[in-house]
């Protein structure tokens, strides 16, 4: 060799493994974002510019109070890794397009904007930053925010706008909810299936459509960006939990079957779009499979017991927040009975060896 | 069995089988080697020449009285012009002989085909030989032939799934050294009495796979079999391939031969069937060149202990600066701090990086989003370990069961927030292991 030959004695030490995948946070994020996007859109055909001033307001707002936050306590500002831009939107679809009928009766004009950013107010500074940030708020921001502003601006939170499609030939220009109805022990002028499941129905501005959360939830598990778990055991403990009251109770009001309760209830308020983007929230659901399912079950039996057995009509942003806080009861139990192949197929054998 | 997943989580890390078309090139040798006297698990050898002497081709330069060893072979001619101590790519110290080549590359006249009769002197001329486990782990491959268990070992499963991305060097061994694999695993079974053998070899190697079946089908061969396995990292690990061809569980600390199998890299058996004919002990090594530093990524065939900067030098020299170099694949290679290291036993390939594909990516919070939960091959809770490390709690990493983790980085490479999990991982079997010494 030439005695001029570069010798490199500085080079990178570092544990291996020395390729990482190009998905990281940020992009997970905005794959959520593309999620909710048929949602969105939906929310937009049918609500109009309302929707569009609530998802853009909320955004904005979950993003300002995420960077203030960090730079006020001068911490390393995350805003770009996009979560606070998903707990905004998450945030604006669960609310009603409501922006003119509160001055209605009394308020202020710009009270449902503000409202909004109260909305996001809490859910980024108080539920997520107080508790240390991205990965470690123990339960699910928008949800929070969304139940603060049903228990503070009840009235606000109970006007529910009708849909463009509706409003054809119509007076009011609000409408019960199918839960709505339901509450009131009376389905008669309650839409049909068919329209709650495209969504020409009254209701928060992301869940009506159901089609649409449903092309959201292929994007999500195709892409693997969340396991399938959490949303099939949720709507399926909806749907067992309704079909197997009514059928005891002798079908729903007006003589309906057993089996149009159950669609009726998971076609209906929050079920879909919370099983699909509230609940799966990576850091306030299980880490374990088996967490998971006994997470996506509590999540659906909380849910139908509020609904049929508690004055609210609607249960799905508490039976989320319930086991938010379960969570690491959850985990630590599926930890106990079902971590590592080894430890599983030990007891396997073990319990094999007992039989025989 | 039918209803039964017969599959370990896997990932797909990528393949970048650049190389895997490139047939092998032989170097020329270098104008000095520098052979390492620690090139297997166990206790490094002592030198038995001295500065001055002149050494022979496959001449025994090193051996040790320890039991846990292999003897060091010289793999130029030439005169040794000093015993050195240097730093290692361990970052430990290590005694090297440094041998300038005459270039006459002259035989040592000893080295002659091992005359073998019965299991005992199979696995003394294996020790001889020098062999150690070349997938990587370079543990003595001898004492892999000589399992306290003779009798209820049935099965020996060769591996050459190649599953670390980068790397070619065991297709195409496969695919050059093909007769000298089936002959090194005819002998292993003719002498500890095996019925059967599989060959793991990845689907991402067809061509290696139909050149395996067909010479089995050609020489009437009827107790070797290939088995396919999904391209799919890690499926190389040995704990994994034993899962996928018996449907076996082999825990951390379970030997292979516990379960009635052998495991062993296909490029060692390739070594012993060639070994077993001409006697040559282990004194080369081929391994893949590549990554986007390099000019020519090639696989080549080097002498132990040439350089690594020389063997890029014979790959056409550095495109770029280089900021990583890498002895092994990328998911569980070492990364060397200097191009000066000389090529040791195990190493199957040399991956030179330049500063953009070195590039380490910022850490961020955890999302706790379970990737590493489900990548890992034995559903083992990374991000529990990582929490556990750092608060010191060396019950809970305990009771994860951290020292069923093999360190294969699926973990580290799903990880969306890019932590380190496998190097935590690693961290917190040394604080378990020291727990343990420290007799609590």
């Known amino acids: 060799m030439a005695s001029n030959t570069k010798y490199y004695d500085n080079l990178t030490v570092s544990s291996s493994p020395h390729l990482v995948t190009s998905l990281d946070t940020t992009k997970t994020m905005l794959y959520v974002v593309a999620a909710l996007c048929p949602a969105a859109i939906m929310s937009i055909v049918y609500f109009g510019i309302p929707a569009v001033v609530i998802i853009a307001v909320c955004m904005a707002s979950c993003a300002f109070f995420e960077w203030a936050y960090e730079k006020i306590l001068n911490k390393p500002v995350t805003v770009r890794d996009g979560s606070a831009l998903v707990t905004g939107l998450i945030l604006a679809l669960n609310l009603p397009a409501n922006l003119t009928h509160l001055s209605e009766i009394g308020y202020p004009i710009f009270m449902p904007i503000l409202i909004c950013i109260i909305g996001s107010f809490v859910a980024i500074v108080i539920v997520k930053q107080l508790f240390g940030g991205m990965g470690r708020n123990f339960a699910n921001p928008a949800i929070v925010g969304r139940i603060t502003l049903f228990l503070s601006f009840t009235a606000w939170m109970s006007l529910w706008p009708l849909t463009n499609f509706q409003k054809a030939g119509v007076d009011a220009v609000t409408g019960a909810t199918p839960l709505g109805y339901l509450a009131d022990g009376s389905l008669e002028g309650a839409p049909s299936l068919l329209n709650m499941f495209t969504g020409n129905i009254g209701g928060a501005m992301g869940e009506t459509c159901a089609i649409a959360i449903l092309i959201g939830a292929i994007i999500l598990i195709a892409l693997k960006i969340i396991s399938p778990i959490i949303p099939v055991c949720f709507v399926c403990t909806v749907f067992l939990f309704a079909l197997i009251y009514y059928a005891v109770t002798g079908g729903g009001p007006e003589g309906q079957s057993a089996l149009y309760m159950a669609c009726f209830h998971v076609c209906a308020g929050g079920v879909m779009f919370g099983a699909v983007f509230c609940a799966t929230d990576y850091v306030t659901s299980p880490i374990m499979p088996m967490g998971k399912v006994m997470f996506g079950i509590g999540c659906g039996l909380v849910t139908m017991i509020i609904r049929l057995f508690c004055s609210y009509p609607e249960g799905v942003s508490f039976a989320i927040l319930f086991m938010n806080i379960a969570t690491p009861l959850l985990d630590s139990f599926a930890e106990d009975k079902f971590y590592g192949i080894s430890k599983r197929k030990k007891e396997a054998a073990a319990a094999e060896a007992k039989k025989a | ?67 846990l060893h292999v003897p060091i072979h010289a793999s130029v001619s030439g005169k040794v012009t000093g015993i ?11 005694t090297m002989v440094v041998i300038e080549s005459d270039g006459q590359q002259a035989m040592d006249p000893e080295i002659k085909p091992p005359v073998i009769t019965n299991h005992k002197e199979f696995v003394a001329a294996v020790k001889e030989s020098g062999l150690v486990g070349l997938g990587g782990a370079s543990f003595p ?29 065991d297709h195409r061994t496969m695919l050059e050294d093909a007769q000298n694999v089936i002959d090194g695993a005819l002998a292993v079974m003719k002498y500890l009495e095996l ?11 067809p061509d290696a796979i139909d050149n395996f079946d067909n ?33 076996k569980t082999c825990d951390a600390g379970v030997l292979p031969a516990d379960l009635g199998c052998i495991v062993s890299n296909v490029t060692s058996i390739a070594f012993l069937g060639q070994y077993l004919k001409d006697g040559i002990p282990l004194i080369s090594k081929r391994m893949t060149v590549d990554g986007d530093a390099v000019a020519e990524p090639k696989n080549i065939v080097a002498p132990i202990g040439t350089d690594i900067h020389d063997v890029v030098e014979f790959c056409g020299g550095y495109r770029k600066p280089p900021k990583k170099i890498l002895m092994g694949g990328p998911m569980m290679g070492r990364a060397v701090f200097s191009d000066r290291l000389p090529i040791v036993k195990n190493n199957n390939a040399i991956l030179v990086f330049s500063k953009e594909q070195a590039w ?29 490390y750092e608060m010191g709690d060396v019950e809970r990493l305990n009771d994860l069961q951290v020292m069923q983790c093999m360190e294969c980085g699926s973990c580290s490479f799903v990880c969306p927030a890019h932590r380190p999990l496998a ?10 292991r020291e727990a343990s010494s420290n007799g609590k």
């Open chain 2, 1 to 67: 069995m039918f209803f039964k997943s017969r599959h370990l989580n896997s990932i797909n890390a990528g393949h970048h089988k650049h190389t895997a078309g490139c047939a092998t090139e032989i170097m020329p040798v270098p104008a000095t080697v520098r052979i390492s006297m620690s090139q297997n698990i166990g206790a490094p050898c002592k030198p038995l020449v001295k500065k001055g002497d002149t050494v022979l081709v496959g001449q025994k330069i090193g051996d040790t009285d320890a039991f």
């Open chain 2, 84 to 94: 050195e101590t240097e730093r290692n790519a361990m970052g430990g110290m290590d």
């Open chain 2, 141 to 169: 491959t001898w004492l892999k032939f000589d399992p306290k268990n003779k009798d209820g070992v049935k099965t020996l499963i060769i591996n050459g799934a190649e599953c670390e991305p980068f790397i070619t060097s």
């Open chain 2, 195 to 205: 019925d059967d053998c599989y060959i793991g070899i990845e689907d991402n190697k």
């Open chain 2, 215 to 247: 010479m089995f089908a050609k020489q009437g061969i009827n107790n070797m079999y290939t088995f396919p396995l999904k391209a799919s990292y890690p499926k190389g690990a040995e704990r994994v391939l034993i899962y996928e061809v018996l449907g």
């Open chain 2, 360 to 388: 380490i990516p910022e850490e961020t919070a955890c999302i706790n989003c379970g990737r590493c939960h489900q990548a890992c091959p034995f559903e083992l809770l990374p991000t529990g370990f990582a929490d556990a």
């Open chain 2, 423 to 432: 190097f935590m991982n690693k961290l917190g079997k040394a604080m378990v």
